[in-house]
């Protein structure tokens, strides 16, 4: 299990960074809070030659996020083992491990509102 780089509280709000990495000129992020009203939303930011790579000529930027909430979010609590779910989620899927999340998010069919744009 990769150690998790940080976690903060701001405002009742407590966040969790999974992975944050500086690899040459490329920028990895992906965090995750829980909200006051009870969604959990997981944010990720790539940044570099990489997504260049990826995406094509001029694009060197990628967000995206995923919102979880309501039955959703029972489900993966369920599926973690645990009612905590950030520090569940931060067990398995905290530095390299990160890359799972998705189709772990998939495979447990946890419904998530995905979001993600690709700029500069």
Do not use: C, N
């Amino acid at each position: 299990m990769a150690p998790v780089s940080a976690t903060r509280e701001t405002l009742g709000v407590r966040e969790v960074v999974l992975r944050e990495e500086r690899v040459g000129d490329d920028y990895r992020y992906l965090g995750e809070q829980l909200t006051e009203a009870g969604t959990l939303v997981i944010e990720g930011q790539d940044l570099g030659p990489g997504v260049e790579q990826h995406f094509g000529a001029g694009l060197f930027e990628y967000e995206w996020s995923w919102r979880i909430e309501g039955e959703a979010l029972a489900r993966l609590r369920t599926a973690l083992g645990t009612d905590d779910v950030l520090t569940g989620l931060a067990a398995r899927f905290s530095g390299t491990a990160a890359s799972g999340l998705s189709a772990f998010l998939s495979e447990q069919e946890i419904d998530a509102q995905f979001w993600s744009r690709v700029g500069d």
